[in-house]
């Protein structure tokens, strides 16, 4: 019988640098998109790397103590458009009842 060493975390998200894979992937694209627009400046600093660690750390302390996926999540809200209801709307609409009991 072979026996091989399992990771005993498995129910623990992917976490890098102490961001999940998609805050890196949103924080490298963001760096590409400025660097590829702003590179041959000669204020390179501060339209390239300062935005991107400021992306950083609003991701590091503002997701602090949302769930996983968070960024996702809400991304897909505020794309999404329409009305966000628990219920499906009503089938038919009646007038609340009155006190003798007549519709106006």
């Not at 998109?33 to 590091?60: E, M, Y």
Request: aromatic content about 12%; charged content about 20%.
């Amino acid at each position: 019988m072979r026996v091989t060493d399992v990771s005993k975390c498995l129910d623990r998200k992917l976490m890098m640098l102490g961001f999940e894979v998609f805050d890196i992937l949103a924080i490298f694209i963001v760096l590409s998109v400025l660097n590829f627009v702003f590179g041959q400046t000669a204020l390179k600093a501060l339209f390239v790397w300062a935005p991107t660690l400021v992306l950083a750390l609003v991701l590091r302390y503002g997701k602090r103590g949302k769930p996983e996926k968070y960024l996702i999540h809400w991304l897909r809200f505020q794309i999404k458009p329409g009305v966000h209801s628990a219920w499906a709307p009503p089938s038919r609409i009646e007038p609340p009842p009155t006190l003798n009991g007549a519709h106006r």
